[in-house]
């Protein structure tokens, strides 16, 4: 098979990436190698901060702030009123199910493939309130089935439905837009959890037709770890949606029983928030917008695409990924070896990976009757010689050298 060669551009996307020089990082799923302007925004922050005291540092740079949601609204095909930044994706996603008055008997509709958050975060919605699960059916070559998911909107009425748009274990990448299709039709509020597409694909969160969407700084989007957003659709604003609980700076407090909301997204954010992290996360922003997220999804996805190719001729290795659309992640069995003792091997090789255990997706590892996985998660500053290293050091280890 013929690796995907090379572009011009990569010798500078690696000489923004020190780490490059020290190791082979094919965990992009799991927190990138960040490039070095993300590192200069954040370390430039905490200097200023040093210096003048936190209030006084994020009074001086908060026109930096709103260019830091300016770009993360670019790069979801939004605005900065629809950016509320987020501690973490996960703070975002939880921000977003609070805006809804759940009781006994409200279904939540979501796929097999959900990450494992997020299906906690429904199950405990569903002890603690009566809230029912119902996770609509996969297609036969993988992914949710849009056509299910109409008709269990259609039947039931849901409170909300909720996708994971690449899980977390496997390559697939879900049909959200389908999926929003339904959602506008029958006007239920929809929720994607974009953490590991948000970098690696190009978005348009309207034409996707979502009410929330959140994601996460630490993956293909290649920011600092601790910091997310969430984007807030205007009929959602337009419809006064907010959190369960709003702090002084999503809301105003005006009289002693009365409180007015921030009129944009920000009303989903919270009063104490990293201001570095956030500057670090706008660099990480901008910088992708400047790589081009097409050109980042051709050239992870082309990587990805060659790593499940030779991991498919390894003895002993069984490629996971199903679905009719494959991105960036790569998932493979070893045959009777734990995957995190490969990837503790491999990481002694200076060779990062990442290893999926059955609890991180029990619906999806259980019917691929895996208990664990090695994943690959290429990113457009890797190169075909490091999939090569990752791949004949995972063959050696599976035919038994350690």
């Keep these: 098979m013929k690796p995907p060669p090379d572009v011009p551009e990569l010798a500078r996307w690696r000489a923004d990436t020190p780490g490059c020089e020290r190791i082979v990082h094919l965990n992009n799923a799991g927190a990138s190698l960040s490039p070095r302007p993300v590192r200069e925004a954040i370390r430039a922050h905490l200097d200023l901060e040093q210096e003048i005291g936190g209030y006084e540092a994020a009074d001086a740079r908060d026109e930096a702030a709103g260019s830091a949601a300016d770009d ?4 979801v095909g939004g605005h900065r009123r629809n950016i509320a930044l987020v501690q973490n994706s996960t703070t975002g996603f939880a921000q977003a199910l609070g805006t809804l008055d759940f009781a006994a008997g409200d279904l939540i509709v979501t796929s097999l493939a959900d990450y494992a958050s997020n299906q906690i975060m429904y199950l405990s919605l569903a002890h603690r309130l009566g809230v029912e699960v119902v996770r609509a059916p996969d297609l036969p070559e993988g992914g949710v089935d849009p056509g299910a998911v109409r008709e269990l909107v259609r039947r039931h009425r849901p409170m909300l439905v909720a996708m994971t748009w690449v899980p977390t274990n496997s390559g697939l990448v879900q049909d959200v ?3 929003g299709a339904v959602c506008r039709e029958a006007e239920v509020p929809y929720l994607v959890d974009a953490c590991q597409a948000v970098g690696q694909l190009p978005i348009d969160a309207a034409a996707i037709g979502c009410d ?10 290649r920011g600092p770890r601790g910091i997310g957003f969430l984007y807030v659709a205007d009929h959602a604003l337009a419809r006064g949606s907010h959190p369960l609980l ?5 809301a105003t407090w005006t009289d002693p029983d009365r409180y007015e909301l921030t ?3 920000r009303r989903f954010e919270q009063f104490e928030i990293s201001r570095a992290l956030v500057l670090g996360l706008g660099a990480a922003a901008h910088y992708a917008l400047g790589v081009g997220i097409e050109a980042a999804r051709d050239r992870a996805r082309a990587l990805a695409t060659y790593a499940r190719q030779r991991l498919a001729e390894v003895p002993g290795v069984r490629v996971l990924d199903r679905g009719a659309e494959l991105g960036a992640i790569v998932a493979a069995e070893v045959a009777g070896r734990p995957a995190l003792e490969i990837k503790l091997a491999l990481r002694a090789r200076g060779i990062n990976v ?3 255990s059955r609890e991180d997706a029990v619906i999806d ?5 895996a208990t664990s996985a090695i994943r690959l998660s290429p990113h457009y500053y890797n190169t075909a010689a490091e999939i090569d290293a990752a791949v004949e050091a995972i063959g050696e280890l599976v035919g038994g050298e350690k």
Excluded: C, E, N, Q
């Design 263 to 265: 009129p944009d997204a």
């Design 72 to 75: 993360l609204g670019r790069l």
């Design 365 to 369: 590892m259980d019917a691929k009757g």
């Design 212 to 221: 929330y969407l959140a994601a996460t700084g630490r993956k293909f989007l």
């Design 354 to 356: 990442s290893s999926p």
């Design 246 to 250: 709003v702090d002084m700076h999503g």
């Design 177 to 179: 837009a389908a999926i």
